[in-house]
C-alpha cells in the first residue's frame, strides 16, 4: 500500500530526469493527472497519455534542454502528516515567479498564478523549478 501517491508520482519524475530517461511510467488518477496536465500546460513536461489496461498509467515524455533535465527541483510541500494550506494572498512565487506551485482549490487543481488571480486559496501541493 502506498502512502502518498502524490510523492510517488513526483519522486518518479525527478529520478528519471536524473538517469536521463526520455519517458516514465506512472500510475494515474484524476489527482495526479491534473499535476500532469499542469506541468504540461506550463512547459514542464513534453506530454503525457494515459491509457487504461486494467489499471489506468500514464506514460510521461520528459523534457530536457541542451541535455539538461527542464525540471531543476520538484519538491511535495504539503504531506498526509504535515497539511500545508494558503490563502491566496500566502501562495508563494516560487524563485521570484520563474517557478510554479500546484494548489488544490475547491474549484480544481491549478497552478499557483492562477489560484492568485481567481483570489483562491487551497492545499499547497508541490513546488517546481
Known amino acids: 500500500m502506498m502512502t502518498d501517491p502524490i510523492a510517488d508520482l513526483l519522486t518518479r519524475i525527478r529520478n528519471a530526469q536524473l538517469a536521463k530517461h526520455d519517458k516514465v511510467t506512472v500510475k494515474t488518477s484524476r489527482l495526479r493527472t491534473e499535476i500532469l496536465r499542469i506541468l ?8 503525457f497519455v494515459v491509457t487504461d489496461g486494467g489499471f489506468a498509467v500514464a ?18 510541500e504539503s504531506k ?50
Open 40 to 47: 504540461k500546460e506550463e512547459g514542464y513536461i513534453e506530454d
Open 80 to 129: 498526509p502528516g504535515r497539511r500545508v494550506y494558503v490563502k491566496h494572498s500566502a501562495i508563494p512565487e516560487v524563485l521570484g515567479g520563474l517557478g510554479l506551485c500546484i494548489v488544490s482549490t475547491s474549484h480544481g487543481v491549478m497552478s499557483g498564478k492562477e489560484a492568485r488571480v481567481k483570489k483562491l486559496g487551497g492545499e499547497l501541493i508541490c513546488t517546481v523549478y
Open 59 to 76: 506514460e510521461v515524455s520528459l523534457k530536457y534542454y541542451k541535455s539538461e533535465p527542464v525540471i531543476r527541483n520538484i519538491s511535495r
